[in-house]
């Protein structure tokens, strides 16, 4: 495609660094209006400085992505009422043998529930989980928050419905469910066990640190087995881009507020609600209704809790971490106290449990029923979009309530950047780039493989991963198309792979990566602060190596 006029391009290049500034810096003091309106104060942009018309603006926006996305919403927000989610943190507790366990554990369980129901809503509903499950063994947090995030990233790349970039390219590329899944899954695998082997590897010596008994028999106190175990998660907020752009979820969706249905009592709910949480773009997140502020200068955030709650004092780098915690017992009596209290208002009568159960395992079939009709190549969106409306018919109550948590944020958030990002193609800017770079970057060859690695990786993280996809899609899938047709479906792959996997390189690149830190800071009783730098001395080295071991197993079928 040639340049545009040049004052076509001035002004495109204008309207999209608009777009771009407030997609990966939300809060900008000269204009505060986060990544939703940002996005459609690009795409606005675009049309009034006539980079693209009117009509081409409504023709950008992908209707098929929409729909996988809010069909997937859905059904995310009744998995969670039906404790899909609670059964996933039993697993992790369950007859588990200590911290190298436990840390294996997360990795494995975070990977495959990310590809199946999206990596921003697993790192939603379990991050506070998984602080309690730390607590009750006296284990420092940062080495479970650091395999949730990057566990959750690594495994949402094996599906379409993993993570809004991976939607995106199914969709363009037309690639099924089931090829997508072959295609992607070796490299899934190896990946998520080369990065818990890192992460045993880098935090060996503190998870062999013989426990503190005092400190063990007081986490004991405060948090039974049973309470573990039966842990409802507390409602969260996503903000919006992140799920989006999986890699900025975190500010993306501006809301995503877990279920109310969850045994948190009501003040925890309310003093709880619309502050953080998956970034609005979790896609598949159970709860939207909130918004998380981008987790910025997360680096000098503060963990206080005051008398009311935890003193926590952390020593990162020394390799025998102590967590002195006190904990008021009024606070702990009167909690006990609610607990029981809840207890005794749910008991329910036999008719009730069996209708109760019922409705659960209906959930489940449906849900079993999606995966199975997109795995047989089914049309994605459409069947997201009969799942969610059979689960809605299937509750049998006004569905008010489970669509408000649906983060509409996100959905707007896609629309803008669909016109933003094709109003600068039409500049004629991507196409020149990839015109000087594309004969050094063709995928039959090691090192065209590496530079167009390099290329997704960098652009990944300094402009989001969903962004680069569609700016980098098609122009790849045509470059190796005119090799074969089985290296075009090869190109969407690696594409799938490395902007996911990019995710991981810095606590900004991915929605996950904010939704985990803010869910830990916020956390009642034990938050955690995971900082920039801890968190980007490991992302660096899982990222590159994650992504180099992972490339030779990406194949099209």
Known sequence: MAMASTVKVVLGCIAFGFFWMLAVFPAVPFLP??????????????????VISPDEAYEAIDLPILGLLFGTMVVSVYLERADMFMYLGKLLSWKSRGGKDLLFRVCLVSAFASALFTNDTCCVVLTEFILKIARQNNLPPQPFLLALASSSNIGSAATPIGNPQNLVIAVQSKISFEKFLLGIFPAMLLGVLVNATI??????????VERDQEAVEEAGDLFAEDDVISHRFSPATMSHLSYATSQEFSSALDAIEQNPALNVDSDSADSTRGRIVVDGESIVQPA?????????NSSSS??????????????????????????????VDSSRETSSSYSLEEKDTPAEKWKKSMWKTSVYVVTIGMLISLLVGLNMSWTAITAALALVALDFKDARPCLEKVSYSLLIFFCGMFIAVDGFNKTGIPSTLWDAVEPYSRIDSFGGVALLSLVILLLSNVASNVPTVLLLGARVAASAASISASEEDRA?????????VAGNLSLLGSAANLIVCEQARRAQFFGYNLSFWSHLRFGIPSTIIVTIIGLPLIRSY
């Open 288 to 296: 939207l209704s909130g918004g998380i502020e981008p987790a910025r």
């Open 302 to 331: 503060r963990d206080a809790f005051g008398s009311a709650g935890i003193s926590q004092r952390r020593e990162e780098g020394s390799s025998t971490r102590r967590y002195a915690r006190t904990i008021s017992t009024n606070r």
């Open 33 to 50: 209006i986060g990544r939703t309106a940002g996005a459609l104060f690009g795409a606005m942009l675009m049309v009034i400085f006539r």
């Open 492 to 500: 969407w792959l690696i594409l799938a792979w490395v902007s996911t």
């Open 199 to 208: 992460l045993l590897c880098y935090f060996w010596k503190l998870l062999s």
